[in-house]
C-alpha cells in the first residue's frame, strides 16, 4: 500500500488564523481525499481532491473554508481558513491506489485556541 | 442514502472472540472495510470484503457479509488486551465518489 507522510502531526493555533496541511504520498495515486475526525466522534469526509481541478466538497464544507490544492498526483494541502475553537479536530489525507485499499496518514491533531 | 451503522461499545474477556457488527443502507456498495484506530493513532485497515464475496478470513480476524440484509461482521478470535481499540467499519459507495463513508465506529474493551 502507499506511504503517507502528513504534516504537521499537530499544531495549536489563534483563532482567527489558518493552517495548511501537507499531504504527500510515495507513490501516484488515483484518488485523494480530506477527512474530519472530532474529537470522539467518526471520520467525516471533507472534500475529494482533484488533480488539477477544484476539488469536490461534500455538504457543509466550503471552499472558502477549507481551500484544497491538489497540483500532482502525489501531493495535496489542506487548509483550514480563519480558524475557531470548533475546528479543532483530526485532520487526515486518505488515498486509494489501483487494488482498492484505501491508505490514511497519521493525521494532523488540530487545537484551536 | 449512505449510512453506516454500529454499535458503539463491546467488553470481552481477554481470550473470547469479539463480534464486531455493522449494518449499511447503500446497496451499491461495492467494498466494505474495517479499520482499527488505537488511541492517539491514525486508522490502520485490518481487512475489506468484496461485496460479491459471503466471507473473507486472516489469521485472527473473519469478515462475514450477509448483502441480503446489508449486514457486516468482524470476528477477532482469541481476543488480546492489544486488540482494545475503536473499530470502524466503512463502505465505499459509488453514490459517494468513491470515498469512504464511515460508520460512528465500535470501542472495543478486552479485559485480562
Known amino acids: 500500500s502507499a506511504v503517507i507522510s502528513q504534516k504537521p502531526s499537530r499544531d495549536i493555533c489563534q483563532r482567527g488564523t489558518s493552517l495548511t496541511i501537507q499531504c504527500q504520498v510515495d507513490?501516484?495515486?488515483?484518488?485523494m481525499f480530506w477527512y474530519r475526525q472530532q474529537p470522539g466522534q467518526s471520520l467525516t469526509l471533507i472534500a475529494t481532491?482533484?488533480?488539477?481541478?477544484?476539488?469536490?466538497?461534500e455538504s457543509g464544507f466550503v471552499i472558502d473554508k477549507f481551500p484544497i490544492s491538489r497540483p500532482n498526483l502525489t501531493f495535496s494541502t489542506l487548509t483550514v481558513s480563519n480558524m475557531s475553537p470548533e475546528d479543532s479536530s483530526i485532520y487526515l489525507c486518505?488515498?486509494?491506489?489501483?487494488?482498492?485499499?484505501?491508505?490514511f496518514g497519521s493525521g494532523t491533531r488540530l487545537t484551536v485556541v | 442514502g449512505e449510512d453506516v451503522e454500529q454499535s458503539l461499545f463491546l467488553s470481552v474477556r481477554e481470550g473470547d472472540s469479539s463480534v464486531i457488527n455493522c449494518t449499511y443502507t447503500?446497496?451499491?456498495?461495492?467494498?466494505l472495510y474495517w479499520y482499527k484506530q488505537e488511541p492517539g493513532a491514525g486508522l490502520q485497515l485490518l481487512t475489506y470484503?468484496?461485496?460479491?464475496?459471503d466471507m473473507k478470513q486472516d489469521q485472527r480476524l473473519t469478515v462475514l457479509l450477509n448483502k441480503k440484509d446489508k449486514h457486516l461482521s468482524l470476528r477477532i478470535a482469541d481476543t488480546q488486551t492489544g486488540d482494545s481499540a475503536i473499530y470502524f467499519c466503512?463502505?465505499?459507495?459509488?453514490?459517494?465518489?468513491?470515498?469512504?463513508?464511515f460508520g460512528k465506529g465500535t470501542t472495543l474493551s478486552v479485559s485480562s
Open positions: 486518505s488515498v486509494v491506489g489501483r487494488t482498492y485499499g484505501y491508505t
Open positions: 507513490s501516484q495515486v488515483t484518488m
Open positions: 481532491a482533484n488533480q488539477g481541478s477544484e476539488a469536490t466538497y
Open positions: 447503500d446497496s451499491s456498495s461495492t467494498y
Open positions: 470484503i468484496f461485496s460479491n464475496m
Open positions: 466503512a463502505e465505499r459507495s459509488d453514490q459517494a465518489g468513491t470515498a469512504l463513508i
